[in-house]
């Protein structure tokens, strides 16, 4: 009888340790498959901006200008398209006209697509890949209230925290102020324009209802008050002081991901327009 019950016991183990096997496999694969298809739009997107013609062409319609918006920063007037978007962005947006813009920071792996639908369709990218496929890692996506053209007063951009490294698992890191120190820009373009933001606080909140700060639900500010309040709310929540505080008429974005200390938390890194 025990040696029937130590047999189903090793057994039992065995499943337990293959299906264990099969689903990091298939996780690593999965990772694999996902980081493939990022690479690829990342090449279309940079072989596209080797490409550009420097003089206006059939396809182009603005020749590159560069003006400057504020001190230390240029900003390229590029190539552009018909409907005027830029020519970096015009085949991967041909691919899925939901993609409305890209977003990198220098030294993570954040370097993506950001996708946003409408309100009827909310959240169709947490779950899904660029290509609509059922992924684990969903897209870096837009909350689908925000005006990217406008644009609205606040972005809030959504992006799982992966195990691997990837999406928006960078973003942890920014808890601690030597990262901000040491990299505090995120280039964040849409479909028509490039954009530099500068890190102005980090914080955690929980994303229960009833509990925690609704930064993703503040778009557009009522007024100056209404503005200042949200900001002083950023601040006075951040993990350390940047001495960096929005003035009302800037534009900011706030990109969220998953943080397990808090039950549903969240961990935001907010961000103003500089460039």
């Known amino acids: 009888m025990k040696k029937r019950i130590y047999i189903v016991v090793i057994v039992a183990l065995v499943i337990v340790f293959c299906v264990s096997a099969f689903m990091v496999g298939k996780y690593l694969l999965d990772g694999k498959k996902e ?24 396809v182009a319609t603005e020749a590159p200008t560069t003006q400057t918006t504020k001190p230390g920063f240029e900003v390229e007037t590029d190539p552009t398209v018909e409907g005027g978007i830029l020519e970096d962005y015009a085949e991967l947006h041909e691919m899925n006209p939901d993609m409305v813009g890209w977003i990198k920071i220098e030294g993570t792996k954040v370097d993506y697509p950001v996708m946003q639908t409408s309100t009827d369709n909310k959240d169709f990218y947490l779950k899904r890949n660029f290509d609509k ?67 102005f ?23 100056e008050a209404d503005f200042n309040e949200f900001v002083s709310t950023c601040k006075q929540l951040a993990f350390y002081d940047t001495g960096i505080t929005p003035k009302y008429g800037d534009k900011i974005i706030c990109l969220s991901t998953c943080e397990y200390t808090l039950t549903n938390g969240r961990l935001v890194v907010a961000a103003v327009r500089i460039a």
């Open 133 to 199: 496929q059922d992924s684990a890692r969903g897209c870096i996506y837009a909350r689908e209230e925000c005006d990217l053209e406008k644009p609205s007063d606040n972005i809030t951009i959504y992006g799982h925290n992966m195990a691997d490294g990837s999406m928006f698992h960078g973003l942890m890191a920014y808890a601690n102020k030597e990262t901000w120190d040491y990299n505090s820009l995120i280039f964040f373009d849409t479909l028509k324009e490039r954009h530099v933001y500068k890190i």
């Open 201 to 223: 606080s980090v914080f955690k909140t929980s994303a229960s209802l009833g509990k925690g700060f609704s930064y993703h639900q503040f778009v557009d500010a009522e007024d």
């Open 35 to 58: 980081a493939d298809l990022y690479d690829d739009l990342a090449d279309i997107k940079n072989q596209a901006q080797t490409s550009a013609p420097t003089t206006p062409s059939s």
